[in-house]
């Protein structure tokens, strides 16, 4: 049985949220973004390095970041620090993520392989791997506990120690 996890999907047509998504993916080329991802401790420089390895991880479509909105050439004093704020404050980059759908699994685990436990990610994309890595997890620790107690139930009810065992394989 196949599961939708995209959250996105289960919003009725007519809804403010739907319609603004369609209108969106209709006026513009780009995805939208599904992940925000903020590092810390980085310099300018480095931050620069992290989004090149970022759109270099499979599924990755597009990565916005501060040099896409100015020129981080230039002291980032004459620049308009709404504008810095919204990517860069206090050494922490924030980095807006597109991913493709079908490779939102692998790319969200790739990028938290890259960015490690000590820094941030959040969006959609994340939820929707979260929730499927945790479904298959689930089920798999269901389906042990469902054996064991069959198993029990089995063992405390037929005349031989034999029998369950002959049940759960046949």
Do not use: C, H
Not at 146 to 161: G, H, N, P, Q, Y
């Amino acid at each position: 049985i196949s599961v939708n996890y995209d959250m996105n999907s289960y919003l009725p047509e007519d809804v403010a949220s739907s319609v603004a998504l369609d209108v969106m993916e209709k006026e513009f080329d780009g995805g939208i973004p599904n992940v925000r991802v903020m590092i810390r401790d980085v310099t300018i420089p480095q931050a620069l390095q992290y989004k090149g390895k970022l759109l270099q991880i499979n599924g990755v479509t597009e990565v916005t970041w501060l040099d896409d909105a100015v020129d981080v050439t230039v002291p980032l004093e004459t620049v308009d620090s709404d504008i810095i704020d919204t990517y860069y404050v206090d050494d922490a980059a924030l980095y807006s993520v597109t991913l493709e759908e079908e490779k939102i699994i692998s790319a969200v685990a790739d990028i938290r392989e890259l960015i490690g436990e000590d820094n941030a990610m959040t969006g959609s994309a994340v939820s929707t791997a979260v929730a499927t890595n945790s479904t298959v997890s689930e089920i798999k620790k269901i389906a042990v506990f469902a054996i064991i107690l069959l198993l029990l139930i089995l063992v405390f009810t037929m005349t031989s120690w034999l029998e369950p065992v002959v049940v759960l394989v046949g």
